[in-house]
């Protein structure tokens, strides 16, 4: 399984991006999705998650509210829609996708958020 970022990209703060996660795998609808981040030297974070099954989300509290997962099965494609990005949402994002014990990561993609 492989997962490519893309939609990464140097805004301002106040701006929006889209991230999306291209999955080369026929099984797609049935992982679980997630996007994670890691920041200067900080801790990886989970961001938020998207179901497989009811297509259920839940999100970090610290983007509650201004960032939306969502899934494309028919694309094979999950985004995450990032609105009124804020300094410290500054950080590599990766995808990753679990299913029992399969669990792929993607690449990652920067998202410098800078005045």
């Known amino acids: 399984v492989q997962l490519v970022e893309s939609g990464g990209g140097l805004v301002q703060p106040g701006e929006s991006l889209r991230l999306s996660c291209a999955a080369s795998?026929?099984?797609?609808?049935?992982?679980?999705m997630s996007w994670f981040r890691r920041a200067p030297e900080k801790e990886r974070e989970l961001v938020a998650t998207i179901r497989s099954t009811g297509g259920s989300t839940n999100y970090a509290d610290s983007v509650k509210g201004r960032f939306t997962i969502s899934r494309d099965n028919a694309r094979i494609t999950v985004y995450l829609q990032m609105n009124s990005l804020k300094l410290e949402d500054t950080a590599v994002y990766y995808c990753?996708?679990?299913?029992?014990?399969?669990?792929?990561w993607g690449q990652g993609t920067q998202v410098t958020v800078s005045s």
């Open positions: 795998v026929f099984t797609f609808s049935s992982y679980d």
């Open positions: 990753n996708a679990v299913r029992g014990s399969r669990d792929y």
